[in-house]
Nanobody
Framework: QVQLVESGGGLVQAGGSLRLSCVASRSIFSGNRMGWYRQAPGKQRELVAAISSGGSTNYADSVKGRFTISRDNAKNTMYLQMNNLKPDDTAVYYC??????????WGQGTQVTVSS
């Protein structure tokens, strides 16, 4: 039943970098716009970056210029390179197909903690 598996999170100092990975089932990944979401304690889940099957990208203003989203369609895998991390980036990060969030259960996510 596991369709989304996130990894790569950890504890990092402000200004540091992390690379997150998301392995999705083919039914979720193929042909779909994929996104990275995050949820901080006491806050709603928000979309921080998205990438279409063709590679076009979009970013939330809060991460623009610092995060880079990419995907490998042959491996059903998506990545999020996070540079110049800030304490406000601390959250659990999730991946999902943007158009399928109503249907696809969320994975466990991966915790990113940025210390000051």
């Amino acid at each position: 039943q596991v369709q989304l598996v996130e990894s790569g999170g950890g504890l990092v100092q402000a200004g540091g970098s992390l690379r997150l990975s998301c392995v999705a089932s083919r039914s979720i990944f193929s042909g779909n716009r994929m996104g990275w979401y995050r949820q901080a304690p006491g806050k709603q889940r928000e979309l921080v970056a998205a990438i279409s099957s063709g590679g076009s990208t979009n970013y939330a203003d809060s991460v623009k210029g610092r995060f880079t989203i990419s995907r490998d369609n042959a491996k059903n895998t998506m990545y999020l390179q996070m540079n110049n991390l800030k304490p406000d980036d601390t959250a659990v990060y999730y991946c999902n197909a943007v158009t399928l969030t109503w249907l696809t259960p969320w994975g466990q996510g991966t915790q990113v903690t940025v210390s000051s």
